[in-house]
């Protein structure tokens, strides 16, 4: 989980420039669920950057385009990188999801522009190999907050084993005038999957409540 | 010794106070999640056995860990037992007190004093600090750090999570005098 290649120093000090104060990458592998071991733990990671957020202080008809291309781009690349070292490589990652907190100075908008935009968004897709749409949570918090990130399936939104969340913590952040923005990626899908999919599903609908009561 | 979940957190550290942190300070945490040795025996009188059968494995297991997470010389850590709720804090502090324990990672990393601690009890989820501090000098003012920590979903009643933490540096912007100019 090192960044060692002197392009991630790089961008670390760009990310700094850019109002990054801190990074932290957290990485869970669960051997074993319901009391059985898995035959391959599963691994979820996270990388969540921490930054000053770029339109502290402006109002809601400010234009967020502008920062929103100086600074997505480079946190794609710092949190896709740590997550890329984390699990191994583009090849050994199989889902992925995003999220973004604001501070309770900022604006719901600011944290869905750091995300929710081709700046972030398209890149951290082609970094970790993906080609389907990244799902996310967001929203505006005091710091310390307890989050889930949702994953699926980078190529196959569908799938549902693939189904899952990454519990995180994140300490002293986001601060009132931040904003936290969020990576993750897993390298498999839920522990002893068993739920169908939609290949195999029965036809459900609200008929199936007709006569329960009586 | 099972080990249902292992969990590494890398704190890196660019800026703090409104400047930059040059070198960026990392701070590294890995924590193991066991069935605690003593779930369902009642008071145990002698914890040796069950102290014998884990701590060595399990320093054996976390210390590497935290080295290769942290990517960089250690100069100081700490370490951490949080208890789910059907032990006793005393199995923790038993897992982790002993230099069968400390003495995997203090040879990973060179390193000649004790490490400070947290043992507590707590529900699945339960947010600790664990405490730092420098390691071959504990009176060094600069390096007395915390990094705070939640493993989600653990520790489950009958287990207990065991961590170890190490930074690569003191506090970011640290600027207290030497405990020597207060003598």
Known sequence: MTSQADQSTTFASLGHQLGVRRIFTVLQEVREEGGHPLDRPVRQAAAVAVLSNPWS???VY???GERTRDVAPVLAKLLTDRLL???GGKDAIQTFGKAALVGTDGELEHAAALIHTPYFGNLVREMLGGTAIICFTDGRSEPGPDLKVPLW?????GLRDYYQTIDLHLPDAPHPDEICVIAAASDGPRPFPRIGDRQTDPDVDTTILKGLLS | MRIRKVTTIVEEILGEGGREVDPTARVAV???VIDNPWAGEGFVEDLAP?????ASDLGAVLAPRVMEALGAPLEAYGKAAIVGIDGEIEHGSALIHTLKFGNHFRDAANASTLLPAVEKRGLAGATFDIPLKHFTDATIRSHHQTTEVRIADAPHPHEIVIALAGATRGRP??????LSTER
């Open chain 1, 85 to 87: 070292v984390a699990l």
């Open chain 2, 50 to 54: 069950g102290i014998d059968a884990v």
């Open chain 1, 153 to 157: 399936h980078k190529t196959t939104a």
């Open chain 1, 62 to 64: 400010q234009d967020l």
């Open chain 1, 57 to 59: 202080g402006t109002g």
């Open chain 2, 173 to 178: 912007q640290q600027r207290l005098a030497d």
């Open chain 2, 30 to 32: 890995v924590a193991a």
